[in-house]
């Protein structure tokens, strides 16, 4: 049996967890109770846009705030 080592979340190979429709990113991996994506990111369960805007902005979201997609599918990134 061959152990596999789950491949870390980054920028970078974002686009391997997703594919591209348009300018739109949809998100193939897991999504939560509430249907928007996550993953597991610095060992606890987050949202990857959350994720994405703290790594492009360098900022953490201020608590109560939420990203959007433009396009307004749940799935994009």
């Known amino acids: 049996m061959e152990i596999r ?3 870390k979340l980054t920028l970078e ?3 391997m967890h997703a594919d591209e429709v348009g300018k739109c990113l ?5 999504l ?3 249907g928007y ?3 597991r990111l610095g060992g606890r369960t987050q949202l990857v846009r959350a ?5 492009l902005m360098g900022v953490e979201l201020l608590a109560g705030r939420r990203i959007t997609s433009r396009c307004g599918n749940p ?3």
Do not use: D, F, K
Not at 26 to 30: E, H, K, L, P, V
């Open 5 to 7: 080592e789950r491949m």
């Open 13 to 15: 190979n974002l686009h």
């Open 26 to 30: 949809i998100w193939r991996g897991t």
């Open 32 to 34: 939560g109770s509430h």
């Open 37 to 39: 994506p996550q993953a």
């Open 51 to 55: 994720y994405v805007y703290r790594e």
């Open 75 to 77: 799935l994009c990134i």
